[in-house]
């Protein structure tokens, strides 16, 4: 390859961004579900980062069980907006029949929990705050509710003008 050819290359890449940065609250989450959650570990992570976009999914597990925290950053607070109405009329649809339909009062500008019938009582999370995307999928609701909890803690504060409370 020439130098010509791959200095174009190399401006273009630099002129379109390398992606967005990870946010230091996301690895303050990694420290933090180490630290508390002792019975469950980062069995894997996959992040991605795009011009205007960071995504990053975390899987833990705790024997047999396994949960994740699915952590996206939007470049604005309406693209992300979009992507949780349209999330949440997907997954309404998908869970319904076979999940209980609730709400977090004060975590995020806004969110849904499923939590699942009969014995299984798994939960889902998906939370919205500003640009920030969580979705949380756990073997428990109370498992969810408490990886959500973690992750709302970090995250920086709204500004919606919405407080969150730390619960």
Excluded: C, Y
């Amino acid at each position: 390859m020439t130098i010509i050819a791959f200095s174009a290359i190399l401006i273009v890449t630099l002129l379109n961004g390398i992606g967005q940065d990870r946010p230091s609250w996301v690895s303050q989450l990694e420290v933090r579900l180490h630290k508390e959650e002792s019975k469950w570990t980062i069995a894997e992570k996959n992040v991605q980062s795009a011009k205007g976009h960071f995504h990053e999914a975390i899987i833990l597990k705790s024997g047999n069980l396994r949960a994740d925290v699915i952590i996206e950053i939007s470049e604005s607070a309406t693209r992300a907006k979009e992507q949780f109405d349209g999330e949440k009329i997907a997954f309404t649809n998908i869970l319904e029949k076979d999940a209980v339909k609730s709400t977090l009062e004060g975590l995020g500008d806004e969110n849904v929990m499923f939590t699942a019938k009969g014995k299984r009582n798994a939960g889902n999370v998906f939370l919205i705050q500003d640009n920030i995307l969580v979705k949380v999928f756990a073997p428990s609701a109370e498992t969810a509710k408490r990886f959500t909890k973690h992750v709302v803690d970090l995250m920086p504060p709204s500004n919606n003008g919405l407080q969150r409370t730390r619960r």
